[in-house]
């Protein structure tokens, strides 16, 4: 299906989020921040929220006092300046260890992300001790915000949940998604015609992770924003996961 093209698109971070502890609802922080720098939702917007408060929310957190690392983790650690306990951690958290050299651990996660270090991550955890996992299903984490937010008043709107991922053969981070809800992640060309006439065979653009990555732009890794909206792609409420975005191992080949 042809999909319509924005004449402009608004990106507005949300302001105001206190501190996620364990237990927090995250819905409800979203609402009262919306409302209260006066933006609330409208139909066919995009709410990104990353992984990180999620995480916090939800428990995730380990306290690496408490963490014994195996002879390997230790090994590791030692031989390129790495946290021991942390690379233990990375090790529990991963379902497959794809690479470990020059300090960096890739790995595929239960949810089936190939990623540095499983996720773990030691920033903006409050200081200390900890580093975050992250979250057991990032979109059901999502479709329980979304779900939170529309018994609150606002609008049924999709949710994506991001987080910060290297890319193969390019330099640099961006924002990916890691959990999605109320949305196809995927924009199909296949089968339509460029402005050429050219028939398009290939082109299927990871339409979740470019809005997650344009969130990124307004809620910057220094502010503490973790959460933007995306308006004006007017987005339909489709009913799909992240799941759509993991490529399938035999097709994919860093596997």
């Avoid at 939702?41 to 428990?59: H, P, R, Y």
């Avoid at 957190?61 to 942390?86: K, M, T, Y």
């Avoid at 270090?117 to 975050?132: F, I, R």
């Amino acid at each position: 299906m042809e999909q319509p093209h924005p004449l402009e698109l608004r990106v507005f971070p949300i302001r105001g989020l206190p501190e996620v502890r364990p237990g927090d609802d995250v819905a409800a922080l979203l609402d009262i921040a919306l409302r209260g720098q006066g933006t609330p939702l409208v139909a066919g917007d995009v709410l990104v929220v990353t992984q990180k408060i999620v995480s916090k929310a939800e428990g995730r957190i380990v306290s690496l006092a408490g963490i014994r690392p195996r002879p390997e983790a230790q090994a590791f650690g030692e031989q390129w300046d790495r946290d021991p306990r942390q690379v233990e951690v990375v090790l529990r958290e991963s379902k497959r260890i794809l690479r470990m050299e020059r300090g960096l651990i890739l790995s595929e996660t239960e949810q089936g992300w190939v990623c540095a270090n499983a996720g773990v991550d030691a920033s903006n955890v409050g200081g200390g001790d900890a580093v975050t996992l992250l979250p057991v299903d990032a979109s059901a984490s999502a479709a329980q915000i979304r779900r939170g937010l529309a018994k609150a008043g606002q609008p049924d709107v999709a949710v994506v949940i991001s987080d910060t991922f290297g890319r193969p053969w390019r330099e640099g981070l961006t924002n990916v998604a890691i959990g999605v809800s109320g949305m196809n992640p995927l924009r199909d060309y296949v089968g339509q015609r460029d402005a050429e006439g050219y028939d398009l065979r290939v082109t299927v653009l990871a339409i979740a992770d470019e809005i997650a990555a344009a969130a990124e732009l307004v809620m910057n890794k220094l502010d503490r924003i973790p959460a933007a909206v995306l308006r004006g792609l007017d987005v339909a409420i489709e009913e799909f996961d992240h799941r759509r975005l993991i490529r399938a191992p035999e097709l994919d080949l860093f596997r």
